[in-house]
Structures are given as structure tokens and as C-alpha cells.
């Protein structure tokens, strides 16, 4: 008697295995330019650490292969043989915010693309203060702008000129309206 069985493969699982930092295999992270920042190494991971007014940009492989996954300030290294990575900073763009009110020097902050700056305080005996406007009013208009909050955060995205706006009220012919001026 002959018997006969037949098997079929449902699923397989495979590990594999990728040797890191460590597991015989080196990995050297370094900079385009020391002066833009630093790198720091552990097992296979690299956190890139950029200097005052410098961000990182992104990364190379200068030597071998491996396959690179950047989050942020991170990366993750993976190669089965020696490998130099270079992370790559550059210079941040900044910008100036220059702020404009009625009988005062105009006052400046500086601030990085991407960053916020926080828009100072106006004062005025005469006026009722409104806040900031990005736009310069010539002389009066009862269109109100865009107005901006003293103490609000604004987000830089290139120079900028902020113009205090002050209100008053004028009685007229069919009752009081708001005039905005700078």
C-alpha cells in the first residue's frame, strides 16, 4: 500500500538580519561644514545638531551604500557594509520686522524664516490703539484692514513693515463711525 501526502505552504516568515554600527560594520556620519553644526552617532542612528542660525538640509552618502531615513534632525542608517554619511547644514534665511508707530523711531526684530515673532505693544495718548496693520494707510479710511494684536505671534516668511493703527471717533452728520488712521 502506497500512501501519499500532500502538503501546502500557508505562510512563511523570514527575518533578516541588518548588521549595524557595532555589528562589525562602521558607520561614519560627518558635516559639510563644522562651523554649521555637529553629528552624533549611536548604533545606527544619527541626530544632527545645526549651530545659531544654521539648519540642516538633508544628508549624503559619500562612501559605500545604505539606505538613509531623515526625520527632522534625525536619521537612520541602514547598510550591511562600512558607510559615510554626510549631513548637510546651511545658513538660515533671516528676516527683519520693522515696526512704525506715530511719533516714534521705528523699532526692528530680526527673526529666521519659519520662526514667530511676537508683536510689541503700542501706546497713544490721542488715539484708541487698533494694532498692527502690514500695509501703510495713507491718511484716512473708514475700510478697516487686516489688523494684527499687539502681544499676537506673527510668523516670518520674509522683511516686513508693521504700521500702528489708531482709531478715533468723529461725530457726523448721521452719528459716529470709526476713522483709521496711522
Given amino acids: 500500500t502506497k ?6 505552504l500557508s505562510s512563511v516568515t523570514a527575518t533578516v538580519l541588518i548588521p ?3 555589528d562589525g560594520v562602521n558607520i561614519t ?8 553644526g555637529s553629528v552624533e ?4 542612528y544619527i541626530t544632527a545638531t545645526p549651530n545659531e542660525g544654521y539648519e540642516v538640509v538633508g ?5 559605500g551604500t545604505a ?4 526625520n527632522g534632525n534625525n536619521f537612520t542608517v541602514e547598510t550591511d557594509a562600512d558607510v559615510t554619511v554626510q549631513i548637510n547644514f546651511a545658513a538660515r534665511t533671516q528676516y527683519t520686522a520693522t515696526f512704525k508707530e506715530m511719533g516714534s523711531t521705528p523699532s526692528t ?5 519659519g520662526d514667530s515673532i511676537t508683536l510689541p505693544a503700542i501706546t497713544s495718548d490721542d488715539y484708541t490703539v487698533v494694532g498692527w496693520v502690514a500695509a501703510e494707510i495713507d491718511g484716512e479710511t473708514t475700510d478697516k484692514p487686516t489688523v494684527y494684536n499687539a502681544g499676537s505671534n506673527y510668523a516670518v516668511t520674509g522683511n516686513v513693515t508693521f504700521y ?18 496711522k
Avoid at 3 to 8: G, I, K, L, S, W
Avoid at 41 to 44: Q, V
Avoid at 67 to 70: D, H, I, P
Fill in 59 to 63: 544628508y549624503e552618502v559619500i562612501s
Fill in 67 to 70: 539606505t538613509v531615513t531623515q
Fill in 41 to 44: 552617532l549611536s548604533g545606527n
Fill in 3 to 8: 500512501v501519499t501526502a500532500q502538503f501546502r
Fill in 164 to 181: 500702528a493703527l489708531y482709531s478715533r471717533t468723529e461725530a457726523g452728520g448721521s452719528g459716529e463711525s470709526d476713522v483709521f488712521a
Fill in 109 to 113: 526684530q530680526n527673526a529666521y524664516s
Fill in 20 to 22: 549595524t554600527a557595532g
Fill in 29 to 36: 556620519p560627518t558635516v559639510n561644514n563644522t562651523a554649521y
